[in-house]
């Protein structure tokens, strides 16, 4: 069973820093993914990453991804305000499957 | 653009009565998928159709839930008798094939009372 977990659950951002989040995964992911939520609204797709050492850019945030350490990061680029939202990442062990989700991180960033 | 719509946005019931929540996934998915999100926690999978049947369905769906796409483009989850632990966001999502990425509904906010 693929178990997904976040870390850290929470990211108080200053403007103009750069963060980064981790998503771990316990065994092989078909895929992993990057959406974000804002409060009370869906889950907008972010990135979809496919093989060991793909990276995706857009604007501020940039997610990579490393299946041998079964780990994909999200790096925030010179934080505004507008990324401030719940971050989540997800695996599914094949094609076809449920997506299985972390914990998610609460991004809120500060002036 | 097309998308995954679902009604109704909000719903209120009692405990113990039946809900339906609809969605309608993009016409030419094949794939389709209910979670839910209990306030401030992740989002968990309930279960996957594909070929007019169950394809896969997580612990948390049990005897109280049921799915059915009666109609070709409708992809409804039934919770027979509600409890409060019911009380969730129900997000459905759908995809044109395997190998494709799941869209996610607006989602439907269920409070059980």
């Known amino acids: 069973e693929l178990k997904v977990e976040q870390n850290p659950l929470f990211l108080s951002m200053q403007e103009g820093k750069n963060y980064t989040i981790y998503c771990n995964y316990s065994?092989?992911?078909?895929?992993l993914y990057w959406y974000r939520q804002d409060p009370g609204k869906s889950l907008e797709s972010l990135f979809v990453?496919?093989?060991?050492?793909a990276v995706k850019q857009e604007g501020r945030l940039m997610a990579s991804l490393d299946t041998k350490a079964r780990l994909s990061t999200l790096h925030i680029t010179a934080a505004v305000h507008d990324l401030s939202a719940t971050y989540f990442c997800?695996?599914?062990?094949?094609?076809?499957?449920?997506?299985?989700f972390g914990g998610g991180t609460r991004v809120l960033v500060k002036p | 653009e097309p998308e995954v719509t679902q009604t109704p946005s909000h719903q209120v019931t009692q405990m113990g009565q039946e809900v339906i929540l609809r969605c309608v996934p993009i016409?030419?998915?094949?794939?389709f998928y209910w979670y839910r999100q209990i306030l401030g926690q992740k989002v968990e999978f309930l279960v996957s159709?594909?070929?007019?049947?169950?394809?896969?369905k997580s612990e948390i769906f049990d005897d109280q839930f049921s799915v059915e796409r009666p109609d070709g483009s409708n992809f409804t989850l039934k919770i027979r008798s509600t409890k409060l632990e019911d009380s969730a966001m129900y997000f459905c999502?759908?995809?044109?094939?395997?190998?494709?990425?799941?869209?996610f509904g607006p989602g439907t906010r269920l409070t059980v009372t």
């Open positions: 997800a695996g599914n062990k094949a094609a076809g499957n449920k997506l299985t």
């Open positions: 016409s030419n998915h094949l794939y």
């Open positions: 159709f594909y070929n007019n049947e169950i394809s896969e």
């Open positions: 065994t092989t992911s078909d895929r």
């Open positions: 999502a759908s995809k044109l094939g395997s190998n494709y990425e799941q869209y």
């Open positions: 990453l496919l093989s060991n050492g």
